[in-house]
T-cell receptor, first 114, second 116 residues
Framework: DVKVTQSSRYLVKRTGEKVFLECVQDMDHENMFWYRQDPGLGLRLIYFSYDVKMKEKGDIPEGYSVSREKKERFSLILESASTNQTSMYLC?????????????FGDGTRLSIL | AQKITQTQPGMFVQEKEAVTLDCTYDTSDQSYGLFWYKQPSSGEMIFLIYQGSYDEQNATEGRYSLNFQKARKSANLVISASQLGDSAMYFCAMRVVSGNTGKLIFGQGTTLQVKP
């Protein structure tokens, strides 16, 4: 079974802090994704990566950055956390060129910025 | 613009009955894929079913089937014989090509509650 592991289920941080969310997958997937989920808005893509050190902006990249130094690990960084970044964050991974294969998700991190 | 629309924020169904969750999509691409995911209250996203735009048959996976009407751009999820464990949020998503790979666009989700 595919395993996507997010480092924390719940996280509480303060405004202005630098926050790191970590995601690791064990299926040798080329693609990795970070989403945020808010009520009534569904999942919105923040950033994604299709290879080591490669990244592309999603629909809402402002206030976030990412890092992918190893194939299995994809980190989301909140450079200076703000209260409007309080949300559920979901990491996912998939094979790059298999269009019928789903993205596999981690359990999510509920992040609160105080 | 590429978009997924789920117009039912919440739905109720009686246990053992069938239920249909609506999904419409908008794309000008000829090749695309449609996915349904289930998200229980615990938060994890569970893949349910996939339909390719060129697939002639409607996809089925156990109690889940996808009613794919290409001309109407709809991809409704049908759950037969509902169970209490089906209570969850359900998301429809469309795979689109972006730059060097594919990504998913999600709808707003539908919360399903199964009544005993």
């Amino acid at each position: 079974d595919v395993k996507v592991t997010q480092s924390s289920r719940y996280l509480v941080k303060r405004t202005g802090e630098k926050v790191f969310l970590e995601c690791v997958q064990d299926m040798d997937h080329e693609n990795m994704f970070w989403y945020r989920q808010d009520p009534g808005l569904g999942l919105r893509l923040i950033y994604f990566s299709y290879d080591v050190k490669m990244k592309e902006k999603g629909d809402i990249p402002e206030g976030y950055s990412v890092s992918r130094e190893k194939k299995e690990r994809f980190s989301l960084i909140l450079e200076s956390a703000s209260t409007n970044q309080t949300s559920m964050y979901l990491c996912a991974s998939s094979f790059r060129d298999r269009r019928n294969q789903p993205q596999h998700f981690g359990d999510g991190t509920r992040l609160s910025i105080l | 613009a590429q978009k997924i629309t789920q117009t039912q924020p919440g739905m109720f169904v009686q246990e053992k009955e069938a239920v249909t969750l609506d999904c419409t999509y908008d794309t000008s691409d000829q090749s695309y894929g449609l996915f349904w995911y289930k998200q229980p209250s615990s938060g994890e996203m569970i893949f349910l079913i996939y339909q390719g735009s060129y697939d002639e048959q409607n996809a089925t996976e156990g109690r889940y089937s996808l009613n794919f009407q290409k001309a109407r751009k709809s991809a409704n999820l049908v759950i037969s014989a509902s169970q209490l464990g089906d209570s969850a949020m359900y998301f429809c998503a469309m795979r689109v090509v972006s730059g060097n790979t594919g990504k998913l666009i999600f709808g707003q989700g539908t919360t399903l509650q199964v009544k005993p």
